[in-house]
Every structure is written in C-alpha cells, then in structure tokens.
C-alpha cells in the first residue's frame, strides 16, 4: 500500500511493518508516552501506558501501583495478595530494614478501613534499637497504649506493659529461664513465679495458692 513500508512483509499494515526481531543501539522515543509511564501491552496488542494505576517516579526511584504519586519506593493503594508458588509448602512476606546493627527500624502499622496514620485505634509491629533490637507490638486505643514482644536491651525478657516501647511500664515479665515477674501485682511487692508456678525464694514473694485466688 502506498506510503506503507514493510520489513518481513509483502503487505504491510501500518506505516513501518516488521514481521521478526528487531534491535536498536540508541534511543527509541515514543511520543505518545508522557514522563512516568509504565508502558505495557494492552488487551489488543498495542504499548498502552495507565498513569493514573502505574507510574514511575524516576527521580526519587518509586513505583506507584493504583496511585500516580508514589511517596516509598513501592507504593500501592488497594489490597495486596501474596500467594505461595505451586507445589511450595508456603508464602512467606521478609521485609528488611537494610541496616546492620546499628539501630535501623522496621515497622508495620494496620489501621482499620476508615483510619489513617495517627487516628484513635491501631496495631504497630516494630524492630528497633541497636544491636538485635527490640522486637514488639503495640496496641493503641484513644490515648491508652500497650505493648507485648522482647526487650533486648533487658536480657531479652518477655515482656507486655503499658506505654510504647518495652521497658516503658512492664507489668509482667518472663526471662529466658522461664521465670515470671510480676512487679504490680501487689503494690510496693514484687512476686516471683517459676515455670510450674512454685515460688522463687526471694523476701515478700507470693506462692500461686496466694495469688490464685480461686484455688
């Protein structure tokens, strides 16, 4: 057809028509394309781009998944599905903070459908602190805050308190010898249980037939 050019075809179908591979050393500009683009192959076989669902910051490096403003190097707005590969025994999410020990965190927030950074009610699960850090989670409700996980800056105790970060109000503490404490269990007393619940010999510790008051 006039003013079509065919390369690997007798009949070509639009103004430069290829039938076989092609390679170029150089750019290879699309003037369609607006800057961000993600160009994908549409339904009908044709590059499409969608900025609106699929952008590319390049300048800071982010990708932006149902968002055309990414603000982290992987941003997506919407649920996200993990599903293990067939045949293998799970699925399994890593995230890493990408810092030796020296204190970088690691945090995952959840928030229920109507709230956002900040709002009343929320769950934060965290890794920080230097060497292995402390590894926790954080309960949030109104201004009341609680929090259950290890404190390695304590021997790594177990520990669920009252406040934001382990160590800041322990209410109860389990040690890597399996011993609970219970420092507010009786103002001013501190009780001591062991594994089976006999008790520590330690002054003003309590035995469990004291404390449980139903036997």
Not at 112 to 123: E, K
Not at 125 to 130: D, I, L, N
Not at 163 to 186: E, M, Q, R, S
């Amino acid at each position: 057809a006039a003013g079509l050019v065919g390369i690997g075809s007798s009949t070509p179908t639009s103004q430069f028509h290829v039938i076989g591979a092609m390679r170029g050393s150089t750019t290879l500009t699309l003037d369609a394309m607006t800057i961000g683009s993600v160009p994908f192959i549409s339904t009908s076989g044709l590059f499409a781009q969608d900025n609106s669902n699929l952008f590319w910051d390049a300048t800071n490096k982010w990708l932006g998944i149902n968002m055309a403003n990414p603000s982290k190097p992987l941003s997506v707005t919407g649920d996200v599905s993990f599903k293990a590969p067939s045949g293998a025994a799970g699925c399994s999410l890593i995230m890493d903070s990408g810092a030796a020990p020296t204190g970088g965190d690691l945090k995952i927030n959840l928030y229920n459908s109507v709230n956002v950074a900040g709002s009343d009610s929320w769950i934060n699960q965290e890794v920080t602190g230097a060497s292995a850090g402390d590894a926790y989670t954080t309960y949030k409700v109104t201004t009341n805050v609680y929090y259950v996980g290890v404190d390695n800056s304590v021997s790594d105790n177990f520990v669920i308190g009252v406040g934001a970060t382990p160590g800041a109000g322990d209410a109860i503490t389990i040690t890597t010898a399996g011993i609970v404490t219970i420092p507010t269990l009786v103002t001013g007393v501190s009780s001591v249980f062991g594994r089976t619940g006999a008790v520590v010999a330690a002054t003003n510790d309590y035995t469990w037939a004291q404390v449980n008051k139903a036997t």
